[in-house]
């Protein structure tokens, strides 16, 4: 086997497991509030990762800083999104934000390519139909919109970022751990109970976290050990063994991918309507990065 079919072989693993992570995260929000889930999966991967902070570069913590700052923001969306719809309509609007970056060259004054105008047809086709099968669209729709806008900025930033990397696995490691630094604030701030006189309302809090995380903790370790930290190096590996034009194609089907272990998952169908539009959706995403410059093997986010 040569090491492109390796690679190949490796990216399609990825896009498998990264289509896991839809379901998984839907499973737990009948229990967690979004931050917790976001803050219980990026501390398991920042211990993971803590080895690479060791003697990084200012420059990279840094870079880091910024990108998971956006990177936080981009969680929240999506995972607030999963709360209000189903995980594969979730998974299939998130991955518009292939279509983000190509769009802000629109915003910086550059008229579209032939491609990316088909791609944005395509695309908004197949939400269309998506939105037909599952009903009208709502607020968990326009969260998950939200965050493939988010998530493209944030390609766009890390396109940026990782050109003047002394250590991309410091970068990544470094933005993972702010994601959690940030999850965790948030929750002081606007969830956690405070005060003398909610002493009880703090205790019946912390004792129904501690006793969910308990129950799931076989979901948060697969998020954490799996689908952010393990994924992340064999992404890497991954790119750096294929082109850019077979990394992009293989990425446009993670939400078929997540469709298909929602439906295994969580027992989530859709109609052939609703297959009708997520093949148009994937569509669009491969003619909007098809002979698209090629990108670091770090620009796409871990989801």
Do not use: H
Not at 168 to 197: D, K, Y
Not at 208 to 232: K, R
Not at 255 to 268: M, R
Request: proline content about 3%; aromatic content about 12%; overall charge positive.
């Amino acid at each position: 086997m040569t090491q492109q079919l390796r690679g190949i072989f490796a990216l399609v693993l990825v896009t498998l497991v990264w289509g896991t992570t839809f379901p998984a995260m839907k499973d737990l929000t009948a229990n967690f509030s979004p931050v917790w889930i976001i803050l219980t999966r990026f501390a398991i991967a920042s211990l993971l990762l803590a080895p690479f902070l060791w003697r990084a570069r200012r420059s990279d913590l840094q870079a880091g800083f910024l990108l998971g700052l956006v990177l936080f923001f981009c969680y929240l969306f999506q995972v607030e999104g999963l709360a209000l719809t189903s995980s594969n309509r979730n998974a299939f609007i998130c991955g518009l934000n292939v279509l983000v970056v190509p769009l802000l060259g629109i915003l910086g004054g550059r008229l579209p390519e032939r491609r990316i105008v088909l791609a944005l047809v395509l695309a908004i086709g197949g939400l269309a139909a998506l939105c037909w099968d599952g009903g009208a669209w709502g607020i968990g729709d326009t969260l998950a919109l939200l965050a493939a806008l988010s998530f493209g900025v944030y390609v766009k930033i890390m396109e940026i970022k990782t050109r003047g990397a002394v250590r991309l696995m410091s970068v990544t490691a470094a933005q993972i751990l702010t994601v959690a630094v940030c999850a965790a604030l948030w929750l002081l701030m606007r969830e956690v109970p405070r005060g003398t006189g909610l002493i009880e309302d703090a205790n019946n809090y912390w004792r129904y976290i501690g006793g969910n995380l308990l129950a799931y903790w076989p979901n948060f370790a697969y998020l954490g050990v799996i689908c952010t930290a393990g994924i992340i190096s064999l992404q890497a590996w991954g790119q750096s063994r294929t082109t850019a034009n077979e990394a992009a194609v293989i990425y446009a089907f993670e939400p078929g991918a997540a469709a298909f272990f929602g439906y295994f998952w969580l027992g989530e169908a859709m109609t052939a309507r609703g297959w009708l539009g997520a093949a148009l959706l994937i569509s669009g995403m491969i003619v909007s990065q098809w002979n698209a410059e090629r990108r670091p093997a770090a620009a796409l986010a871990p989801e």
